[in-house]
């Protein structure tokens, strides 16, 4: 019956930097389901990060970029024996475990009466009423088109930016059906200047996470400690796990200086 896993051999190209996109399945639902604050919610973003963070722990790839429901991941070395069946089966559901983890301590728990929560922890009572997926693709690449990659997903990060402040701006007057529809006739300017000269907000003082997105990846930092053999503080270097939610616009420059390139 073995010959029957037709697909359970393929393995991604060794000369290849592999990257895996993730997405949300659904999430529109679960937007509703935890009512979401528009256009964007901090504590999803929180919840995407930590899920970053726990694939990051899990597997040490060199980079993860982040926005709205998606996770890119750059692998450094490819787990499972290159196998696709496995990196497009493991990673997803890992991610999907981690969410509905984070989302539970972000959105369920956060505003509990703590009297009522701690019972509830104590006695296992407490209970999600929702599921979380992802799907996930396998992106082989030459190492001089990683940077053109995640400079595709920001540009997508960006548009997402700037249509989510227009459309739910729209729909603080208009219905649902009224506002895809302007929105389909409108530009990016357009909406730029509409959000600007009717609604006072602009977008350029919006913070960066919504904007662009947000890195994982690992950074030197400066650790000080004392030496017993010289009998003095001295400083080394270690790699961490660095968080950028300030984030530039992709370019070949910022891959190479944090080394991935």
Same mark, same amino acid.
């Given at each position: 019956?073995?010959?029957?896993?037709?697909?359970?051999?393929?393995?991604?190209?060794? @000369?290849?930097? #592999?990257?895996?996109? $993730?997405?949300?399945?659904? +999430?529109?639902?679960?937007?509703? %389901? &935890? /009512?979401?604050?528009?256009?964007?919610?901090?504590?999803?973003?929180?919840?995407?990060?930590?899920?970053?963070?726990?694939?990051?722990?899990?597997?040490?790839?060199?980079?993860?970029?982040?926005? @709205?429901?998606? #996770?890119?991941?750059? $692998?450094?070395?490819?787990? +499972?024996?290159?196998?696709?069946? %496995? &990196? /497009?089966?493991?990673?997803?559901?890992?991610?999907?475990?981690?969410?509905?983890?984070?989302?539970?301590?972000?959105?369920?728990?956060?505003?509990?009466?703590?009297?009522?929560?701690?019972?509830?922890?104590?006695?296992?009572?407490?209970? $999600?009423?929702?599921?979380?997926?992802?799907?996930?693709?396998?992106?082989?690449?030459?190492?001089?088109?990683?940077?053109?990659?995640?400079?595709?997903?920001?540009?997508?990060?960006?548009?997402?930016?700037?249509?989510?402040?227009?459309?739910?701006?729209?729909?603080?007057?208009?219905?649902?059906?009224?506002?895809?529809?302007?929105?389909?006739?409108?530009?990016?300017?357009?909406?730029?200047?509409?959000?600007?000269?009717?609604?006072?907000?602009?977008?350029?003082?919006?913070?960066?996470?919504?904007?662009?997105?947000?890195?994982?990846?690992?950074?030197?930092?400066?650790?000080?400690?004392?030496?017993?053999?010289?009998?003095?503080?001295?400083?080394?270097?270690?790699?961490?796990?660095?968080?950028?939610?300030?984030?530039?616009?992709?370019?070949?420059?910022?891959?190479?200086?944090?080394?991935?390139?």
């Amino acid at each position: 019956m073995k010959d029957y896993e037709t697909y359970s051999n393929l393995k991604v190209p060794k @000369s290849s930097k #592999i990257i895996l996109r $993730l997405d949300g399945r659904g +999430f529109h639902n679960l937007s509703k %389901k &935890l /009512n979401f604050k528009k256009p964007y919610d901090s504590h999803f973003s929180k919840s995407m990060v930590e899920v970053a963070k726990h694939i990051f722990k899990e597997f040490s790839p060199l980079f993860i970029y982040t926005f @709205s429901d998606e #996770i890119n991941i750059l $692998l450094s070395e490819i787990p +499972f024996s290159s196998r696709i069946e %496995k &990196l /497009n089966s493991v990673f997803p559901s890992l991610a999907s475990s981690s969410l509905t983890l984070h989302l539970q301590k972000n959105f369920e728990i956060k505003n509990q009466n703590l009297d009522d929560l701690e019972n509830k922890l104590l006695n296992n009572e407490y209970n $999600l009423d929702f599921i979380v997926s992802f799907d996930s693709r396998v992106v082989p690449l030459a190492i001089e088109d990683i940077s053109s990659y995640f400079k595709w997903r920001q540009d997508e990060a960006w548009r997402n930016f700037v249509n989510s402040y227009g459309y739910w701006t729209l729909r603080e007057d208009l219905s649902k059906r009224e506002a895809t529809e302007k929105m389909r006739a409108c530009k990016s300017s357009d909406i730029h200047e509409f959000l600007h000269s009717k609604k006072g907000i602009n977008l350029n003082k919006k913070p960066k996470w919504q904007k662009r997105g947000v890195a994982l990846y690992k950074k030197k930092k400066s650790i000080k400690g004392f030496n017993p053999i010289t009998k003095r503080e001295e400083s080394s270097f270690r790699n961490s796990l660095f968080i950028d939610k300030e984030l530039g616009i992709f370019d070949e420059d910022f891959f190479k200086n944090i080394g991935i390139i």
